[in-house]
Nanobody
Framework: QVQLVESGGGLVQAGGSLRLSCTAS????????MGWFRQAPGKEREFVVA????????YYADSVKGRFTISKDTVKNTVYLQMNVLRPEDTALYYC??????????????????????WGQGTQVTVSS
């Protein structure tokens, strides 16, 4: 069972930056992709960003394009989410996710929660206006 441990959340003013980290407890040789979802109070959980472990593809929600950047360190089994120009509407609990290799993916598979096999506990990001 892979465990995902997130860190880096906190309180920041609008326009500021934060970097989230997510480390997998086991090797990621069988990982196809990792990414982040978020859930704001009173709202449904939504896709934020994902990256294939090969690093060839990265997918971003329209709301974060140009502001957020995902990257990975395969040696450390860690993905990072650099969040710049943060807005109050970015306030949410951010969940790290991992998708095991195997299976067939189609369409906008990276946006589907059921695609991901492992979820972290979440790290809170609060952006004040």
């Amino acid at each position: 069972q892979v465990q995902l441990v997130e860190s880096g959340g906190g309180l920041v003013q609008a326009g500021g930056s934060l970097r989230l980290s997510c480390t997998a407890s086991e090797g990621t040789s069988r990982t196809y992709a990792m990414g982040w979802f978020r859930q704001a109070p009173g709202k449904e959980r939504e896709f934020v960003v994902a990256i294939t472990w090969s690093g060839v593809y990265a997918y971003y929600a329209d709301s974060v394009k140009g502001r957020f950047t995902i990257s990975k360190d395969t040696v450390k089994n860690t993905v990072y989410l650099q969040m710049n120009v943060l807005r109050p509407e970015d306030t949410a609990l951010y969940y790290c996710v991992a998708d095991r290799a195997g299976g067939v993916r189609s369409g906008r598979w990276y946006e589907r929660e059921l695609e991901y096999d492992y979820w972290g506990q979440g790290t809170q990001v609060t952006v004040s206006s």
